[in-house]
């Protein structure tokens, strides 16, 4: 696993793989909306097969910098270098009336059509189908699914093209925790076989037992990088939870 | 984007209520609208109490009028039911039966009478209607109008022939009738004749002068009162209307109504669901997920355009077949009115893209779809010389800036009228549907 350096400055946050290089690099990355600055100045980096956790208080900018890495929205400044990047929206992205089966194909032509892979359609829905383990309800309209299981649809959609890097917006968010065990299995044996997956999360917990690093993002700055002992020793607490140590930190930053 | 344009399909397939609704809805439309436009030529329906008595029938002269002719008359233009009193005929008004009643009093003969005599009187009819719908009571105003019309033409041509025949009389002469005796009248030019003969005989002096004068009177009166004939008989119908057409030629009451049915149930269509389809893409965040390296703002704006042509050429097509069925269609003219439905489609389908774009949310724009196409579409049916100079100017450019009035002229001129103002019509919509897109990939930018 990569060798996760704790950030000496509040703007720039380092991260290096052990692997020849980083599957996602972005470097002094901002963003306004309006007069809002939503990120100032942000570096980041991924390798593969590595999971980041990304956290931080509502409107912290995890959601703009997700992204921004995704692709999806362009930074005013700095500049983003990766391939292969699968981004997850936070809400299921999917057609409710249609089947699994057809939301899958509708994206799995859309991919191909846009040349992000080669692979057959048809075959690229049996192979997420298998993954996911959806197969049964494979002719189900989504709507019809539970959070948990559109949600799983809502990934192997993002994985479709075999990514390098998976974006996941607040993942877990509505699911119990069964659901969300079977999630992360699920997300882990994806990493299992080198894709990075960098996640956000208002969960602690959720980062500390699935994420080997975790970012700390507050009013548009990265102000950690580091394991979840990193951040406990970098405030002491007493207590040793983690939580309490990321409010500590936080509080000790200004935020 | 074919796969954007099939899944929407897919989920229009999907939703039972949708799908029914876009099939029932033209074939219920054209099932109502075609049975009204085949009833159009029905008339109003008007009971007639006749209360003069049926053996006196009215004479002027020589001319007589008797009840029965009276009743044609004023039924030319209504069917007219018999009732058999007058508070009969106000119960068939009451029960709607009939949407008026007519009731012509006992003494409307001796009135009728009264007009050509020294003391004429002003006849009566009693006309009962039913306030209680303000459209049809105006209607069964213009009517009864009408019939009363026909029934004051009738008489004033009867009196015209009566007053022709006494002028004849006194003109040339002859035998007539008054209270049971034959009498006989001499006649102006007969009484000249007579005067010129003895005019010789009368020596030179003061009675020959007054002879003379006698004869100047009678050959004046001659000649003047040949023209009161004619005068008469202008009378009875003074003026008359000689209609000639200029501007553009207009299409006919059913061309127009068949027109209005079928772009009225297009835009509603096309607007609702491309407006709503394209809300929904952001409401189950499939938008952003598709704009992020799938396809570009500009192929979802066209798949949406294109789903909006393709359903809503289908229902305007098959509303358009279905009032065929009712009315007579040009099936030679197809082409031409297939291009104003496509053309039509297209320009309502990129403003409902438009519409959607904006309002962000299928609620909202559905809402803004139906607050504005109504409005808009109404306000186009608007008549110019309805309104002052400057709100028909208003009325213009607010008709020119929507679909609709374009999108009407191109479907009547495609189904009757010839000429080149059809390709004008398809060019004036081609422009709304480029200009609408063109909004709407503006406003799909802060999607």
Same mark, same amino acid.
């Given at each position: 696993?990569?060798? #996760? ?63 921004? #890495?995704?692709? /999806? ?52 829905? *049996? ?31 993002? #994985? +479709? ?10 993942? $877990? ?29 208002? *969960? ?31 405030? *002491? ?19 | +984007? ?20 876009? /099939? ?67 119960? +068939?008004?009451? $029960? ?274 139906? +607050? ?56 004036? #919509? ?18």
């Amino acid at each position: 696993m990569g060798r #996760l350096c704790r950030a000496t400055s509040h703007k720039f946050l380092s991260v290096e793989s052990q692997v020849s290089g980083p599957a996602l690099r972005a470097r002094g990355v901002s963003k306004a909306f309006g007069g809002r600055q939503a990120l100032e100045g942000v570096d980041f980096e991924v390798g593969p097969g590595e999971v980041v956790a990304l956290i931080g208080p509502n409107g912290a900018g995890k959601t703009t910098l997700l992204s921004i #890495l995704a692709g /999806i929205a362009e930074p005013d400044s700095g500049e983003v270098d990766g391939n292969g990047v699968a981004w997850v929206p936070q809400q299921a992205a999917l057609y409710r009336r249609l089947s699994v089966r057809e939301n899958l194909l509708l994206f799995a032509r859309l991919q191909h059509d846009a040349g992000q892979t080669n692979d057959p359609p048809g075959q690229m829905v *049996d192979r997420m189908l298998e993954l996911t383990g959806l197969g049964e309800r494979a002719g189900d309209r989504v709507g019809t699914l539970s959070g948990g299981n559109q949600q799983r649809v809502n990934i192997a959609i993002g #994985l +479709m093209a075999e990514p390098a890097v998976l974006l996941l917006d607040e993942p $877990s968010v509505g699911l119990d925790p069964g659901q969300r065990e079977r999630l992360w299995d699920f997300v882990l044996g994806l990493v299992g076989t080198g894709t990075a997956v960098a996640f956000s999360t208002h *969960d602690i917990q959720e980062a500390e037992r699935y994420a080997e690093r975790i970012v700390v993002v507050a009013e548009g700055e990265g102000i950690f990088s580091g394991t979840a002992d990193e951040l406990r020793q970098a405030v *002491d607490t007493g207590s040793g939870d983690l939580e309490s140590s990321f409010l500590a930190f936080l509080r000790e930053h200004g935020h | +984007m074919r796969w954007l344009l099939l899944k929407d399909l897919q989920i229009l397939r999907r939703s039972p209520l949708q799908l029914t609704l876009l /099939i029932l809805y033209p074939v219920v439309i054209a099932l109502l609208v075609g049975f009204a436009m085949t009833r159009d030529g029905e008339q109003t329906t008007v009971a007639l109490y006749n209360a003069m008595p049926a053996d006196s029938p009215l004479g002027f002269g020589g001319e007589e009028v008797d009840g029965d002719e009276i009743r044609d008359q004023l039924c030319d233009r209504v069917d007219c039911l018999s009732a058999d009193s007058v508070e009969d005929a106000t119960k +068939m008004v009451e $029960s709607g039966e009939a949407t008026a009643a007519v009731i012509l009093p006992e003494d409307l003969g001796e009135k009728i009478l009264s007009l050509a005599s020294l003391n004429p009187q002003s006849p009566e009819v009693q006309v009962v209607v039913n306030g209680s719908n303000t459209v049809e009571s105006e209607v069964t105003d213009d009517r009864i109008e009408a019939m009363l019309s026909e029934a004051n033409l009738l008489l004033a041509k009867r009196l015209s022939e009566a007053a022709n025949q006494y002028l004849d009389l006194i003109l040339e002469g002859g035998e007539f009738s008054l209270f049971g005796q034959e009498l006989e009248v001499l006649g102006l030019q007969k009484s000249e004749q007579i005067l010129k003969r003895l005019e010789n005989k009368v020596p030179a002096g003061t009675d020959r002068e007054e002879l003379q004068r006698a004869i100047r009177f009678a050959g004046l009166a001659t000649d003047n009162l040949d023209l009161a004939g004619p005068l008469l008989t202008a009378i009875t119908q003074p003026i008359k209307a000689d209609k000639i057409e200029v501007g553009d030629e207009a299409p006919s009451l059913d061309t127009f109504a068949i027109g209005v049915t079928t772009i009225f149930a297009l835009m509603f269509v096309t607007v609702l669901l491309v407006a709503g389809s394209l809300a929904l893409e952001k409401e189950e965040n499939a938008f952003t997920r598709l704009t992020a390296g799938l396809v570009t703002r500009l192929q979802i704006l066209l798949a949406k355009v294109g789903l909006g042509t393709v359903v809503g050429f289908g229902v305007a097509v098959i509303l358009l077949v279905g009032l065929g069925l009712f009315v007579g269609i040009e099936w030679g003219r197809a082409p031409l009115w297939l291009l104003a439905i496509l053309f039509g489609a297209a320009a309502f389908s990129a403003g409902g893209a438009a519409l959607g774009a904006a309002a962000r949310e299928v609620r909202a724009a559905t809402l803004a779809a139906v +607050m504005i196409c109504l409005p808009v579409a109404l306000l186009s049916l608007v008549p110019d010389d309805a309104v002052g100079p400057a709100i028909e100017t208003v009325i213009s450019v607010v008709s020119a800036a929507f679909p609709f009035k374009p999108a009407l002229d191109a479907l009547t001129s495609g189904l009757e009228i010839s000429g080149s103002s059809v390709w004008l019509n398809y060019l004036h #919509l081609a422009v709304l549907a480029a200009a609408y897109s063109a909004l709407a990939r503006v406003a799909l930018r802060r999607f």
